[in-house]
C-alpha cells in the first residue's frame, strides 16, 4: 500500500520543482529507489523536477498539506479524513486493489507459534500499531475490538510501531502479541523474510476500507490537479510504472468518489476525536 509517498511543491513557478518524500519506513530506501521511475513519469507528464524527501508521520504530512509545504501526498483513507477536515484537501485519484476493488481490511497478526485464536485470547497483550492516524493500523481495529466488547485502551498494552513492516516484523520475532496491519502487508517484507507467511498468522479482520489515493492541498490550482489526475490515470497504461507500484498494492488507478471515505469521517469523529 503507498500510503508513504507524498508531494511538495517548492514553489513550482519559480523552480518547477516537485520534492517527492515518503513516509517513513523500515525500508524507506528500498522504496525511493523502487519508485524512481515514478518520479521521472512525474517529471516528463508534468515538466517539473522532482526529488525525493522522506516524512517524519502521519501528522507531517497533514500540516504540511495544510501549511502549504505539501501540494499532494499519497494517503490512507484516515489522514485524508484528518486533512480535509482541517484544511479542505481534496483526493483526486484512488488506487486499486489486486482484486480490481476499491477496498481492503485490516488484518489482526500473530506470530505462529502462539496460542491465541480470536481477540478475546489477547486481552492483557501487548498490540503493536503503525501510527495512531492510520486507517488500518488502528481506526478500523478500534472499531473491531468496539464491536467485540473489547476496551481498545484498557484491554491492551498499545504500543506505536511507526510502521507496518515493522509492526509485522515485531510479530515474526515474537517482540509484541499482535499487530494490526492492512491486507496484505506481510509481501512487502516476503524479499527480506521469506517465511513471513509461514511464521505469522491472520486470527481476525475488518473492513471494508476505501483504499488509499492521491490527496492534494487546498492551494494547488486546478491546472495542476488536471495534470496531476491525468498522469495518474495514465499510469495505467504503462505496465513498468504500474508493475512498480502493485509491490505497495496499486494494482491500478480510478477516478475518486468522495463518498467512498464518508464512513471513515463518521468513524474519526465518533470513535477518535469524540474521544
Request: neutral net charge; hydrophobic residues 35%.
Amino acid at each position: 500500500m503507498i500510503f508513504i509517498v507524498l508531494f511538495i511543491l517548492t514553489s513550482c513557478k519559480e523552480k518547477e520543482e516537485f520534492i517527492m518524500g515518503y513516509y517513513p519506513s523500515a525500508e524507506s530506501e528500498k522504496v525511493v529507489e523502487d519508485l524512481s521511475p515514478l518520479e521521472e513519469y512525474l517529471e516528463k507528464k508534468l515538466n517539473i523536477k522532482i526529488k525525493p524527501f522522506i516524512a517524519t508521520d502521519y501528522t507531517s504530512l497533514i500540516e504540511g498539506l495544510c501549511s502549504g509545504k505539501i501540494d499532494g501526498s499519497f494517503l490512507s483513507a484516515l489522514p485524508y479524513v484528518i486533512s480535509k477536515s482541517k484544511c479542505k484537501t481534496k483526493m483526486i485519484v484512488t488506487s486499486l486493489r489486486k482484486d480490481g476493488t476499491i477496498f481492503y481490511k485490516t488484518y489482526f497478526l500473530v506470530n505462529l507459534n502462539k496460542p491465541y485464536k480470536n481477540l478475546y485470547d489477547l486481552k492483557g497483550k501487548t498490540w503493536g500499531i503503525p501510527d495512531i492516524a492510520s486507517t488500518s493500523g488502528y481506526l478500523f481495529p478500534v472499531l473491531r475490538m468496539n464491536e467485540l466488547g473489547l476496551n481498545p485502551d484498557k484491554d491492551f498494552k498499545k504500543i506505536q510501531l511507526n510502521t507496518h513492516e515493522n509492526v509485522i516484523i515485531a510479530v515474526y520475532n515474537n517482540e509484541i502479541d499482535f499487530g494490526t496491519i492492512y491486507s496484505d502487508a506481510r509481501i512487502t517484507l516476503k524479499e527480506e523474510y521469506p517465511d513471513i507467511f509461514e511464521k505469522t498468522k491472520v486470527i481476525d479482520s475488518i473492513g471494508p476500507i476505501p483504499n488509499d489515493g492521491f490527496v492534494v492541498s487546498s492551494r494547488v490550482n486546478e491546472n495542476l490537479i488536471k495534470g496531476l489526475k491525468e498522469a495518474f490515470l495514465s499510469i495505467n497504461s504503462d505496465t513498468n510504472i504500474l508493475n512498480r507500484l502493485k509491490k505497495y498494492g496499486w494494482y491500478g488507478v480510478v477516478e475518486t468518489n468522495d463518498s467512498i471515505y464518508n464512513l471513515v469521517e463518521k468513524l474519526y469523529f465518533e470513535v477518535l476525536k469524540g474521544k
